[in-house]
């Protein structure tokens, strides 16, 4: 372990979430350890801006959740706490230890495979580096000096740009197979080299995904393709064979036929551009692309068995959707764009003049006319429809605005249909 005194690094509270400060100083001042840990300390190291600020301490989940009115206890798997802050939330993990010991048996447990199914033991700052993933995700930013621990080489390997596991590689990917996402997720964001002892195991234990529920998955797949590296992250996930994972039916097709590796390819560039420019992407029109190859394809197969275009195309979309919840389920709000998005393209193309206004107004038509744009950008010929859509708009700019402008007015809440606080983070 090595600590790195305030003087000597450039992290200063100001860079830290004023929400993550009041936790540190809150925990510190009723005695206890705090420390802020992983992500935030690794990018504010690399001068970026950290996504979240998580922080770990000794206190026990049961403690924290006393210390804040405003925290709830959450997970099974691996207990932690969230204190909510209106809609920043920052995670408070009890620092983890040894499994060896009776105790630890009781709170942990592993299956057959050696995945991890519970990790609830507790222990000190010493053994809660070791049970965390990669070394530059070991470093400790210390609430009672301001200094950095950094454990297992951390530091070393955040400056040689490594991504390295702590421990032993095959070992930690058993225990929690998301780890082999997450090398590839930081490679592609940090720009960084996944060390070779760290990348060998990985094609190999790809197919341990299977054992991680299909919702973790998507939460995952979020992660890795709306941080603005898809492109990277696509590249490396399939050189590592994780793609297939994730999305095995569309690796099919992409070996088969290269249209389609560039339309995916195009759309997380121009997803990439938009997240550097600060806008918003749905997760939906990722999936719309994603499985557009697979819903061709299907539909071809059922058209060569005799089934009439339209219907093996509506069923096509069905087959593709309901076979993919098994790999990454895909919520409900979700599917019903990506459908919205897939039974539009005909109608964009086709422009049927008493549709028209329908189709415009419609409050998912930006995401169609965004699909219908990229297929036309990726070489398919679509008669110009894409030009004329764009046109389309611009001539009829009122008609967008009066139906947002309904739209604003039909979500204002009325007091007879207010509903309960759901619980849960916000999305
Ligand atoms: P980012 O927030 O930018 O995605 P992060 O490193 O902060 O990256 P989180 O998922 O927020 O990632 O997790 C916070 C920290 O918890 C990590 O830095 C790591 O130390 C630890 N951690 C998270 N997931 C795992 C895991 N599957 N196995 C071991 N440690 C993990
Ligand atoms: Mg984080």
Redo the contacts with the bound molecule.
Sequence with gaps: MQIIPRKEHDISRDDISENAVKVLYRLKKAGYEAYL????V??LLLGMH???F?VATNASPEQVNKLFRNSRLIGRRFRLVHVVYGRDVI?V?TLRGHHDNAEGKQQSKTSDSGMLLRDNVYGTIDEDAV????TI??LYYDIKDFSVRSYEGGIQDLKRKNIRLIGDPET?YR??P??ML?AV??AA?LNFKIASNTAAPIKELAPLMSNIPAARLFDEVI?LFL?GYAQNTFKLLEEYKLFEQLFPHTQQCLNENDFYRRMINNALVNSDERIAQGKTLTPAFLYAVFLWPCVLETQKTLEAQGMPAAAAYHQATSQVLSNQQAHTSVPRRFTEVIRHIWDSQRRLERRVKKHLESILTHPKFRAAYDFLLLREQTGEELAGAGKWWTQYQKDNAHLIEQAKSQARERRKPRSSDRRPRRRGPAQ
Excluded at 37 to 40: M, Q, R
Excluded at 131 to 134: E, N, V
Aim: proline share 3%.
């Design positions: 840990v992983g992500g935030g690794r990018d950290p996504k979240d998580d995670e993990a049970r965390r993933d990669f995700n070991a930690r225990e929690d998301v780890r997450r997720r930081f964001k992660k941080a």
